[in-house]
């Protein structure tokens, strides 16, 4: 079976959300998971701080700069993320429909390169 990301993206600049309804996102997740483990198609899963916690990393002239905060500044970022695996896209896009159904945001399925 194929790899694959799957990249839960959240809008910018807001505050939390609604307790409630986090807390409702939270246990589908929770289910998702359970099932994609059951399945054995569960390889790694985590949600990430908010961007201002990042550090990027960047060479230049022989020399790597340091900065902090996000690499690009966006209405959106990279809240977390999911590898599973599948056995085709199709597979992988059922999984991801299930992530954007249960959190009400962007996501994006991607393939790893090298896998046939």
């Known amino acids: 079976m194929k790899q694959y990301l799957v990249s839960i993206y959240q809008p910018g600049g807001e505050g939390m959300p609604d307790p409630e309804f986090l807390a409702g996102v939270m246990r589908e997740l929770g289910a998702i998971r359970e099932e994609l483990e059951a399945s054995g198609c569960w390889v790694f899963g985590q ?29 959106e970022h990279l ?25 009400t945001l962007p996501i994006e399925v991607r393939p790893f390169q090298g896998e046939s």
């Open 47 to 75: 949600g990430l701080h908010a961007p201002d916690t990042a550090t990027v990393l960047r060479p230049k002239d022989g020399d790597v700069l340091v900065t902090d905060g996000p690499f690009v500044e966006g209405k």
């Open 79 to 103: 809240g977390g993320v999911t590898i599973l695996r599948a056995p085709d896209l199709d597979a992988a896009l059922a999984w991801g429909r299930r992530y954007a159904l249960a959190t």
